[in-house]
């Protein structure tokens, strides 16, 4: 591919100012390049298949859960996912960059910033929001988790000891405790109580458990999602 071809730009649905904002800042860069916009949740992996995007700009609200990001990053991988989002804390931030994300800023991001994170993600980058240190005070690197360090992330979250994650991955109990060190230390915390007291993006739960919590709510009452906008 010629360098100096534009960055191809895929925009998600956002609400209409913020929408109407980022095309516009876009449409600015001769460098970046729209490819399609206000894509509906559903429709980005259809639209992402058709055009092969080098970045896709995403509303962390809209996400089903945070492993959304690492389902997207392995369907796509020539894509580079830019989160934007509503008062993201550093931990939120700290997993969505751990799943695979290249970028997370604030809705009210800077034009410059959110340029500076499509341009990085481009080349391959990840920004790393400020402040984001392991348990020894060392400013963490390499937030990216393994495809196993994922697994173990989602079952870790829903309150599952070393022992049943060793049976339902089949590793050993230990490799599941270092898979755990290596998590915690990537997401900038302790302990398995600092995870499950991490924030979620959503009420639903992580992809992992969606199937156990769909039959408790069938047994109780429905849940309404939480629209994406007026």
């Known amino acids: 591919?010629?360098?100096r071809?534009?960055?191809t730009v895929v925009i998600a649905r956002f609400e209409d100012l913020l929408a109407l904002g980022l095309r516009t800042l876009l449409a600015e860069d001769p460098s970046l390049s729209i490819v399609a916009h206000d894509v509906e949740?559903?429709?980005?992996?259809?639209?992402l298949r058709a055009h092969r995007p080098?970045?896709?700009i995403l509303d962390v609200g809209a996400l089903r859960d945070f492993a959304q990001v690492r389902e997207l990053r392995a369907r796509h991988p020539d894509t580079r996912l830019v989160l934007l989002g509503e008062r993201l804390s550093t931990p939120e931030a700290t997993q969505l960059l751990a799943f695979g994300s290249s970028a997370c800023l604030a809705k009210d991001a800077q034009a410059r910033d959110v340029r500076n994170a499509i341009h990085l993600a481009?080349?391959?980058l990840q920004l790393m929001p400020l402040g984001v240190e392991d348990a020894n005070g060392a400013s963490v690197r390499d937030s990216s988790l393994t495809q196993r360090e994922g697994d173990v992330l989602l079952l870790l979250r829903e309150g599952r000891t070393n022992a049943q994650i060793a049976l339902a991955l089949q590793i050993g109990v230990e490799t599941v405790r270092s898979h755990a060190r290596h998590i915690y230390r990537k997401l900038g915390i302790t302990s398995r109580r600092d995870l499950i007291a991490l924030p979620a993006p959503s009420a639903e739960p992580p992809a992992?458990?969606?199937?156990r919590s769909a039959r408790r709510?069938?047994?109780s009452r429905p849940v309404t999602r939480r629209p994406l906008h007026d």
């Open 1 to 3: 591919m010629d360098k």
């Open 5 to 7: 071809s534009p960055i």
């Open 41 to 47: 949740p559903e429709r980005i992996s259809v639209v």
């Open 54 to 56: 080098r970045v896709l």
């Open 122 to 124: 481009a080349r391959g």
């Open 208 to 211: 992992a458990a969606v199937a």
């Open 217 to 219: 709510r069938a047994a």
